[in-house]
């Protein structure tokens, strides 16, 4: 369940338009889908994996391209199992289980159809080779680091690893080990450079690590961890930490130096989050299940046995439990292509009217236009990082972050006349380019969830897209100004309000907002309609629920409308709205009075 995200990363996208471009013959080390750079050098490092995941793609088809999370994660936990079992002999069932857990939480964070889906797997698979000791090691590490190397740069990893793997046998003076590792880095090495771009799967991590740290870049996979989002995470590590004097008591030193290298990268860098998670559990498992018989042992007390794992299980439910909630809104639980994240409705507006002219786009929603957008339309900047030069980087965000003259400056430079803005930017400031694409006297042209549509006023996209404005509807404004238009122009207000599909909405305060100010509008029937999208959306939401429940008393449906109330009054968090609540119930005509 934890792999079942749908597709809501949007650099599965562009991921799955390098797979189409190779397929099709292009293999020109070129940002093809670029208007602006499209002569800038982008080689395609993860070209195998875009190859596999298209092909994928295509076979299943996009709506089911989650079985490949599914599998995947499937292949991680069955080799991080065995290695459980070899690590420990005998298993815990209870602490494995417990720590597997937070393993298939964390992993959720990286666990999207991309590259490094096979990273993950090949971290594990590299490190239950080296466990079982099997007599071809080297042979195997070459052509692990072969495949490795032509999909996913971090093949840097596993070659730390393999180092480690050396290192640690040397330390505890097993040199015929530390000379197989040695051998094995060398053949994983020269495997890995068996690609079209020799080095630069190890320039490519280095280099994007250093232009996000200059450039100030917020992408959220490169922060740090918010580490209160994150609670299986941080029970991991806890638990990895409190193994830390034993091991090292026990001469330990794979398990010191594998924490070593990865519980610093996971606390400084989100997207690491997976990697000590999965390659520690093994060994976290056999220091546990140690401790807990010693325990049980010094106590006497043979309940100890289960009790401990048994309490260890539930907490980690709880704190997974407890992540998942966290992250509903940001990755639910889905099978099929999540739209409701994507600027699929703002494409389809912008195929429809075809404008003429440039298109700009947020960093965030770039992937998916390209992937919809080429070859027939290009795009300005998607996630590609090492794609794109350091000045145009700079000049976008300086165009998110400075004032509305320095984004003027970046439309009018790239001739610009179409916008597709992310209402849910997850990069800079919240509505940052909302506000100002409004300042600078843009047309909003189309509203979705996802984003909004602008055209330069007077330019040859403007004559071209015949759609009516959105004039009363303005960017970010709030529920009162809403209500203050519905009241002085309601007409105007509900033509508005008609063109937006509920479905396509995304946030509580689209729902709330845009239903209450039809509700301004007198027109109940149409805010029920927003409102009950947000129900489905967010259905324990009470607010929604109350909204839902006065629009259905206003329409006449009197027996759904109480059965919201009632819940709406069992809720304890919000005594007023309980209040408000059971005084409209007394209003609501009863079945015995047959009103219905």
């Not at 280099?207 to 992408?219: N, R």
């Not at 843009?442 to 509203?447: A, D, M, Q, R």
Request: with cysteine.
């Amino acid at each position: 369940m934890t792999a079942v995200t749908g597709l809501c990363d949007p650099d599965t996208w562009w991921v799955i338009a390098d797979g189409n471009r190779i397929l099709a013959g292009d293999f020109s080390p070129t940002n093809a889908y670029s208007h602006a750079f499209g002569s800038h050098q982008w080689n395609q490092i993860e070209w195998l994996s875009s190859v596999v995941i298209a092909i994928f793609a295509k076979l299943v088809g996009l709506d089911n391209l989650t079985l490949l999370q599914v599998i995947i994660s499937l292949a991680i936990a069955a080799v991080v199992a065995d290695m459980t079992r070899r690590e420990s002999g005998e298993m815990s069932p209870l602490v494995f289980f417990s720590l597997f857990v937070c393993m298939l939480v964390s992993l959720r964070i990286r666990l999207t159809a991309r590259a490094e889906l096979f990273s993950l797997l090949f971290s594990a698979v590299l490190l239950n080779l080296w466990l079982r000791r099997v007599p071809k090691f080297t042979l195997l590490s070459g052509l692990l680091g072969v495949l490795w190397g032509n999909m996913h740069p971090g093949v840097i990893y596993g070659l730390g690893m393999i180092c480690i793997f050396a290192v640690s046998s040397f330390l505890a003076g097993d040199k015929s080990a530390s000379k197989r590792g040695g051998f094995g880095a060398l053949a994983f090495f020269a495997g890995s450079l068996c690609n079209p771009f020799g080095f630069l799967n190890y320039w490519h991590v280095i280099d994007t690590l250093l232009f996000v740290q200059t450039q100030k870049l917020k992408i959220a996979e490169m922060n740090a961890p918010v580490l209160w989002q994150h609670p299986t995470f941080i029970i991991s590590m806890i638990l990895a930490a409190l193994c830390v004097i034993p091991a090292l008591v026990r001469r330990h030193f794979l398990f010191l130096l594998l924490f070593l290298l990865f519980f610093p990268l996971a606390f400084k860098v989100k997207r690491f989050v997976p990697y000590p998670v999965m390659l520690l559990l093994p060994f976290t498992h056999s220091y546990v299940k140690e401790a807990i018989a010693y325990l049980a042992k010094k106590w006497d007390w043979r309940p100890t046995t289960y009790a401990i794992p048994a309490a260890l299980l539930i907490f980690c439910v709880w704190a997974a439990v407890a992540e998942l909630k966290i992250w509903w809104p940001v990755q639910p639980f889905e099978w099929k292509v999540n739209y409701r994240f994507l600027p699929s409705g703002a494409a389809d507006f912008i195929d429809r009217y075809n404008p003429p002219g440039n298109v700009f786009n947020d960093f965030n929603h770039g992937g998916y236009l390209a992937w919809r957008f080429y070859p027939q339309r290009r795009i300005f900047i998607d996630g590609r990082v090492p794609a794109y030069t350091t000045e145009v980087m700079d000049e976008y965000i300086q165009a998110s972050v400075g004032p509305p003259g320095a984004l003027n400056a970046l439309l009018n430079k790239y001739s610009m006349d179409v916008a597709i803005v992310d209402r849910a930017d997850r990069i800079y400031d919240h509505g940052a380019f909302e506000r100002k694409f409004h300042m600078l006297g843009w047309e909003l042209v189309y509203i979705e969830g996802a984003a909004f549509v602008y055209v330069r006023p007077g330019s040859a996209a403007a004559k071209a897209v015949t759609a009516p404005r959105f004039r009363a509807l303005k960017p970010l404004a709030s529920p009162e100004e809403l209500h203050v238009t519905a009241q002085a122009s309601p007409a105007v207000l509900i033509g508005e309000l008609s063109r937006i599909d509920p479905q396509r909405l995304l946030t509580r305060y689209d729902f709330q907002a845009y239903g209450s100010a039809a509700y301004s509008a007198h027109r109940p029937d149409l805010a029920y309609s927003f409102l009950a999208a947000g129900m489905q959306r967010f259905p324990a939401d009470i607010d929604l629920m109350y909204g839902c429940a006065v629009t259905l008393k206003d329409l006449g449906r009197y027996r759904e409308a109480r059965n919201l109330l009632s819940v709406v009054i069992k809720d304890a968090r919000n005594p007023d709205k309980a209040d408000n609540a059971r005084r409209m119930l007394q209003q609501i005509p009863s079945e015995r009075n047959g009103h219905l």
